[in-house]
């Protein structure tokens, strides 16, 4: 078979591709290992709950991507205020933590600000211990530091120890004085001093951060925004896995055997999938791609009989007592999700290598949810889906920005576009993975009108 464009990978990368160029009249062919299409934004009804690939909520940004998304998804999606909180000290504190100290033990708030104001002040001026006169700083914190470094000089030495580096820990398993910062972005929001010293007088719910406001369906779950998407799209092949590409004849096969001919590959694929499954690939660049870490995610949802417990949308959890990162409710936003008087949470847990024991996590789970007061018994639980997501979060150490830049530019001298959260290995959203592969399309489009 030949096509213009092989799409490889069916989430909102490939699928947002796919859309542009067939409403272009392009040729493609999209193909999704997976029976169902979505990728990670993919949601498992059951018993009368809708759970997502853990918590999936939509921001957009761009007011060009909303308005492209909205021809889609219509007005099924409506727009919900996240309420985000972190646990420590026994208590719950506004999200971010940074910015939140207000409602801490004593000891804490205080360490936590007198630290995050020393570390703004030796920013600004240098060292404070001796009688220094200002340094001539910008008071900005650098971005070539690591991590651990970054957190010590942007919040001090207080907010470090009581949330930046347990809950980074917990989530990364991975050391932070190797990661880099370049994941942060808008992830990690840095509070102005005047914030911070608010924050500490009075607890409010603070609209601080990327994630305010997100878009969500009544019922369904986020695989409405695919399914969205894909609807009408007819070159679109399910349970149709890549399993070899030859750049030189531009050629792909699946696993059928099935041979398909293209002048332009768009893939989404994990980028050390996508260097294994290409011939010919200098052995350097293949070293480079093994060489990419991630740290991957089980998630336990569970449905449940009773009274919805608590507000939030989502809760932190930087304590080593608690297992989990994060668990939170979608049912508390979106009451929809759940049956009558139902409710329904999820907790996420972060590995690295082998899968952990799934009874341990589900144990341990009801067991914490219930000394939160979040669940009285487990007689209420109706129902529980478990969902792995094997190298949901890229880990930024110095090796990956060097390697992904040296195989995406190889890539694409050769027509080849790399998109998606997996594809450009990086820490995105839904939106810039809409983006990206809306982008490849009109490169493509632009490119073959010219020629
Ligand atoms: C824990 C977690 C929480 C998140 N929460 C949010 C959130 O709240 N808001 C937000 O905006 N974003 C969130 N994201 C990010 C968002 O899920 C992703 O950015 C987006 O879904 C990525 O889409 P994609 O198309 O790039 O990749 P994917 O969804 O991974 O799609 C790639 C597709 O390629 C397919 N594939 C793989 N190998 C092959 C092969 N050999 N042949 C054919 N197909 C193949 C896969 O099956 C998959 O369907 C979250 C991510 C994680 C991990």
Redesign the pocket.
Known sequence: MKVQTLI???????LACARELADGSRSYLL????KEI????RSVIDQGFSFDY??????FHKPALRQWASRYIGKVFKERRRHAVIYSQRGYSEYPYQENNAGLPSSVLRENVLGYLEAALHRRFGKLSTRSTPSGRSGQVRSDLNFERWCLEAFGPGISRHFMFPYNHKLWKFPLSQLTTHWMGRFVPSPKIREVVEGALTAKPSDSGYNATFLYPDQGGISLLPSGIAHGLSSVWRG???QRIDLKRRKAWLHSGFEVDFEFLVS??PLP?LAA?TEGLPAQLQSQARGLKATS?YNINFGLKGKQPIPYSWVYFPEDSFKFHRAGSVSACVPTVAPPGHFSLYV?FSYRGAKPNPAQLGRHAVQKLKQLGWIQSEKQIVSRVDLD?PG??VIYDRHRDEAVQELLSLYEKKNVYS?????RWEY??????LEQGLQAAQVISASSSVQ
């Open positions: 490889a990978g069916g989430g909102l990368a490939g193909v999704e290992k997976q979505g990728g990670l934004c853990t918590g999936h909520f939509l921001h149709a896995a890549i989404s694929l999938q499954l995610i996420e997501l949901a979060y998109v998606g959260r997996y594809g995105g959203s839904m939106e810039s993975a």
